[in-house]
């Protein structure tokens, strides 16, 4: 099948709005597939005492046996062990890097990634509706090739690219203008710091004048041929950028001109290899609206990890503090204690994520999988800010108990 025909047939995928029991029908055909073709997980289930016809409404999903992000890190030696294909059948492995070194890695083939593609082009869209032919986006990260090459560090593994770098190949394909990474290398910063601290750390530099003159200098254009402005890449850098501008008594007013597009996670101070002081979100969407002129309204945080299929969007509430994320219609999520791992349901309950989907993962056991994120159920069923259907959550941070810590931001990469 033809790479467009293969994209188009999962873009009406991803229209549907699949009800309980249709997306029950898809989690069986998904469990008894992986079953068939997977040994570990199928151990798994017989282990547990499951049966796939115990599926039969929404609350079974619970009874689901669930993949902890834990098992796919290198050191836990599984990753080869939830494949589904053959290894040399893969497209890659996506690699996530974390605080200990020890990334995820999650075997994908072709047919993952253009899942992964239009998805989140959904989402992109979805939360983001522009004129994306005539916006310019700025993001605070490395470019794709040298994400991936960061993960070289961690694992001898290949062919791999990094789980976040996917995302903005993403964005690359659907602008038309070029995307501008501000976060860089340099060789002359690089011998300075070297001969100044012994380390290569400080090679790398963020662009954040030419960012601040790319700005003023689309502002004195005519307004028709001004291009609307996306701010993207790491909350820790975008707001090292503002205090810059605060500093300087820099600010604009591009009212609904601006969209500031974060990559989840890194609130509580961290965020792969970094550390950092951890970052108030209220306090961050105010210094947006009050510097580049604009509204809460404008920022939206993206939540994913590398061990599952989905990308969660959100928007920002000013009655919650916090950025509300949406379970979008192809996917399930369930809260469970932290202790027990029972289901919580009721509004406001806290505890960890399982994420549900039958979609995306053709080459490797990932249909329910749970994250060592702490997070709280907003509502059910309806998005109480803006009336989307379907399930609703924040993210509080990550849980700090365990060796396994979680990997579940998009951008993992500093
Ligand atoms: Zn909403």
Same mark, same amino acid.
């Given at each position: 099948?033809?790479?467009?025909?293969?994209?188009?047939?999962?873009?009406?995928?991803? $229209?549907?709005?699949?009800?309980?029991?249709? #997306?029950?029908?898809?989690?069986?055909?998904?469990?008894?597939?992986?079953?068939e073709?997977?040994?570990?997980?199928?151990?798994?289930?017989?282990?547990?005492?499951?049966?796939?016809?115990?599926?039969?409404?929404?609350?079974d999903?619970?009874?689901?046996?669930?993949?902890?992000?834990?098992?796919?890190?290198?050191?836990?030696?599984?990753?080869?062990?939830?494949?589904?294909?053959?290894?040399?059948?893969? $497209?890659?492995?996506?690699?996530?890097?974390t605080?200990t070194?020890?990334?995820?890695?999650?075997?994908v083939?072709?047919?993952?990634?253009n899942?992964?593609?239009?998805?989140?082009?959904? @989402?992109?869209?979805?939360?983001?509706?522009?004129?994306?032919?005539?916006?310019?986006?700025?993001l605070?990260?490395?470019?794709?090739?040298?994400?991936?090459? #960061?993960?070289?560090?961690?694992?001898?593994?290949?062919?791999?690219?990094?789980?976040? @770098?996917?995302?903005?190949?993403?964005?690359?394909?659907?602008?038309?203008?070029k995307?501008?990474?501000?976060?860089?290398?340099?060789?002359?910063?690089?011998?300075?710091?070297?001969?100044?601290?012994?380390?290569?750390?400080?090679?790398?530099?963020?662009? $954040?004048?030419?960012?601040?003159?790319?700005?003023?200098?689309?502002?004195?254009?005519?307004?028709?041929?001004?291009?609307? /402005?996306?701010?993207?890449?790491?909350?820790?850098?975008?707001?090292?950028? *503002?205090?810059? *501008?605060?500093?300087?008594?820099?600010?604009?007013?591009?009212?609904?001109?601006?969209?500031?597009?974060?990559?989840?996670? %890194?609130?509580?101070?961290?965020?792969?290899?970094?550390?950092?002081?951890?970052?108030?979100?209220?306090?961050?969407v105010? $210094?947006?609206?009050?510097?580049?002129?604009?509204?809460?309204?404008?920022v939206?945080?993206?939540?994913?990890?590398t061990e599952?299929?989905?990308?969660?969007?959100?928007h920002w509430?000013?009655?919650?503090?916090?950025?509300?994320?949406?379970?979008?219609?192809?996917?399930?999520?369930?809260?469970?204690? /932290? +202790?027990?791992?029972?289901?919580?349901?009721?509004?406001?309950?806290? %505890?960890?994520?399982?994420? +549900?989907?039958? #979609? %995306? @993962?053709?080459?490797?056991?990932?249909?329910?999988?749970?994250?060592?994120?702490?997070?709280?159920?907003?509502?059910?069923?309806?998005?109480?800010?803006?009336?989307f259907?379907?399930?609703?959550?924040?993210?509080?941070?990550r849980?700090?108990?365990?060796?396994g810590?979680?990997?579940?931001?998009?951008?993992?990469?500093?």
């Open positions: 099948m033809s790479k467009s025909n293969n994209r188009s047939i999962i873009q009406s995928t991803l $229209q549907k709005d699949y009800k309980d029991i249709e #997306f029950i029908s898809l989690m069986k055909d998904v469990i008894t597939e992986s079953i073709s997977n040994k570990f997980y199928g151990d798994m289930v017989k282990e547990s005492g499951f049966n796939v016809d115990d599926l039969n409404n929404i609350n999903l619970e009874l689901i046996p669930y993949i902890p992000t834990t098992y796919y890190k290198e050191s836990a030696n599984n990753f080869r062990k939830l494949l589904k294909i053959p290894e040399e059948k893969l $497209q890659h492995w996506n690699c996530s890097s605080t070194g020890d990334p995820s890695l999650v075997g083939n072709e047919k993952d990634m899942f992964l593609y239009e998805m989140s082009r959904k @989402s992109f869209l979805d939360f983001i509706p522009r004129d994306w032919d005539n916006t310019k986006v700025f605070f990260s490395p470019d794709t090739t040298m994400l991936t090459r #960061f993960c070289f560090r961690y694992t001898k593994v290949r062919p791999i690219k990094a789980y976040s @770098s996917n995302f903005y190949a993403v964005s690359e394909e659907m602008l038309k203008l995307v501008k990474y501000l976060f860089t290398f340099s060789i002359s910063k690089t011998l300075k710091s070297i001969i100044k601290t012994h380390k290569i750390v400080g090679g790398f530099f963020i662009k $954040q004048t030419e960012f601040i003159e790319d700005i003023e200098k689309n502002l004195k254009k005519p307004e028709e041929e001004r291009f609307n /402005i996306g701010i993207g890449g790491s909350n820790a850098l975008i707001k090292s950028t *503002m205090n810059l *501008m605060k500093l300087e008594k820099v600010s604009f007013n591009l009212g609904d001109n601006v969209d500031v597009v974060l990559g989840g996670g %890194g609130w509580d101070g961290h965020k792969g290899q970094m550390k950092i002081d951890p970052i108030d979100k209220v306090e961050f105010s $210094q947006i609206s009050e510097l580049f002129g604009t509204t809460g309204k404008r939206i945080d993206l939540y994913g990890f599952n299929p989905i990308l969660f969007g959100s509430s000013d009655k919650h503090e916090d950025f509300v994320f949406h379970c979008p219609h192809y996917s399930r999520i369930i809260i469970r204690e /932290i +202790l027990s791992r029972e289901p919580l349901k009721k509004e406001g309950d806290r %505890g960890f994520l399982e994420v +549900l989907t039958p #979609f %995306g @993962s053709t080459a490797s056991v990932r249909h329910a999988v749970t994250v060592d994120d702490y997070v709280e159920l907003v509502s059910k069923h309806k998005c109480p800010e803006c009336g259907e379907g399930d609703t959550f924040k993210v509080l941070g849980l700090e108990d365990k060796d810590l979680g990997c579940s931001s998009i951008i993992q990469w500093v």
